[in-house]
Structures are given as structure tokens and as C-alpha cells.
T-cell receptor, first 115, second 110 residues
Framework: DTAVSQTPKYLVTQMGNDKSIKCEQNLGHDTMYWYKQDSKKFLKIMFSYNNKELIINETVPNRFSPKSPDKAHLNLHINSLELGDSAVYFC??????????????FGDGTRLSIL | DAKTTQPTSMDCAEGRAANLPCNHSTISGNEYVYWYRQIHSQGPQYIIHGLKNNETNEMASLIITEDRKSSTLILPHATLRDTAVYYCIVRGTSYGKLTFGQGTILTVHP
């Protein structure tokens, strides 16, 4: 059983389009994340949601809008796609704790290519 | 969050132990050391984490020095499937945030 699953795995679209990436986790976690890995392979956090509430927003353009309908889902909608948005987007989840002692589990990524 | 320093790349022979070092000299008292790896075209995979004591699980061992300024991830019997980028991360007080560096590219060869 896949713990953190993302769809689609590949997404090829044209500049200016709007697209969504979906993420679901079946681990019972209450915190979910979106990370972006660019062409230079640096992984950076974009957003974090805890119990459907936004807790981290790392200066991401407002063209990116995360939506968390429930604790098990965190979707990412991107408006007016730009060439620089081409990257691999990873979803992750963890159980929240104040002691920073709970690992995050990642999906296999969505490879977004802008033409 | 404390910054970490890792070698850019390392090689290891199949069946031998792979010892991956990490320096985190600015780590503070409540920050954990986490290790993840990323195999080509996959998402980061959690390996192990620790605070001050050495830790071992089915994947690896984590040795943290007494002053906590450095640590070593040990893969006891490396296989070809362990070829990956290994990330050492000090997880600080920013809620849930993992800050990934460049990591160490470990190549296991026959």
C-alpha cells in the first residue's frame, strides 16, 4: 500500500495554463507538506499544513495555492504556469509533535514540465 | 536551523560498510539529526534520526559525537541499491521544516 501518493506522476503543459497536483496519505498523519526540487536538485519546502491549517508558507508566489480538504489530502493548484515552475514537486506527511521527533514520509514526486 | 556540511561524493565497495560523515557544529540542544536518502527519480526516504545517543534500525546506524557537533551514518553492508544521495539534516524549531543541503552522492560499486 502506498503511504503518500501523488497524481499525476508526470505533467506536461504549456505556459500560462492552470494545473493541479493531488496528494493523499494513508498514514493517519495530521501534517502535510509540499516541497519543490529544481533542476539543480535542491529540495526546498513550499508549504506545510497541520490539521488543514496553513503553518508554513516559504515565500511562494501567490500563483501557488495549496488546499487541504481534510487531514489526509493536500492539493497544490498552480495558476498561470511559468517556465521556472518546471521542477519535481514532492508531497510529504508526518505526525505533528513539539519535540521535532517525527520523521516525514515522502511521495515519489510529480514531474512538471512547462513548454 | 543549524547548517550541515557533508562531502560531495563517496565511493564504497559492495558488501563493505559505508560511513557517511556530517558536520553540524552549530547544532543546539533540542535539535535532532535526521538522515534521508534519495534514490534516482524517487522521493526522499527517511533512514534514521537521533538526538544525542547512538541509534540503530534495520537500515542503518547513527553515531553522534558526545559534543553533538558531528555524526556518522553507517550502512553496515552496502549494496548496489544503496547508491543514492544522502542528506544529513538538523531539524530545528521551525515547525516541521526540513532544510535539505546538497547531500553526499554515495556510489556503491561491485
Amino acid at each position: 500500500d502506498t503511504a503518500v501518493s501523488q497524481t499525476p506522476k508526470y505533467l506536461v503543459t504549456q505556459m500560462g495554463n492552470d494545473k493541479s497536483i493531488k496528494c493523499e496519505q494513508n498514514l493517519g498523519h495530521d501534517t502535510m507538506y509540499w516541497y519543490k526540487q529544481d533542476s539543480k536538485k535542491f529540495l526546498k519546502i513550499m508549504f506545510s499544513y497541520n490539521n488543514k491549517e496553513l503553518i508554513i508558507n516559504e515565500t511562494v508566489p501567490n500563483r501557488f495555492s495549496p488546499k487541504s480538504p481534510d487531514k489526509a489530502h493536500l492539493n497544490l493548484h498552480i495558476n498561470s504556469l511559468e517556465l521556472g515552475d518546471s521542477a519535481v514537486y514532492f508531497c510529504a506527511s508526518s505526525q505533528s509533535d513539539q519535540g521535532h521527533n517525527q520523521p516525514q514520509h515522502f511521495g515519489d514526486g510529480t514531474r512538471l514540465s512547462i513548454l | 536551523d543549524a547548517k550541515t556540511t557533508q562531502p560531495t561524493s563517496m565511493d564504497c565497495a559492495e558488501g563493505r560498510a559505508a560511513n557517511l560523515p556530517c558536520n553540524h557544529s552549530t547544532i543546539s540542544g533540542n535539535e535532532y539529526v535526521y538522515w534521508y536518502r534519495q534514490i534516482h527519480s524517487q522521493g526522499p526516504q527517511y533512514i534514521i534520526h537521533g538526538l544525542k545517543n547512538n541509534e540503530t534500525n534495520e537500515m542503518a546506524s547513527l553515531i553522534i559525537t558526545e559534543d553533538r557537533k558531528s555524526s556518522t551514518l553507517i550502512l553496515p553492508h552496502a549494496t548496489l541499491r544503496d547508491t543514492a544521495v544522502y542528506y544529513c539534516i538538523v531539524r530545528g524549531t521551525s515547525y516541521g521544516k526540513l532544510t535539505f543541503g546538497q547531500g553526499t552522492i554515495l556510489t556503491v560499486h561491485p
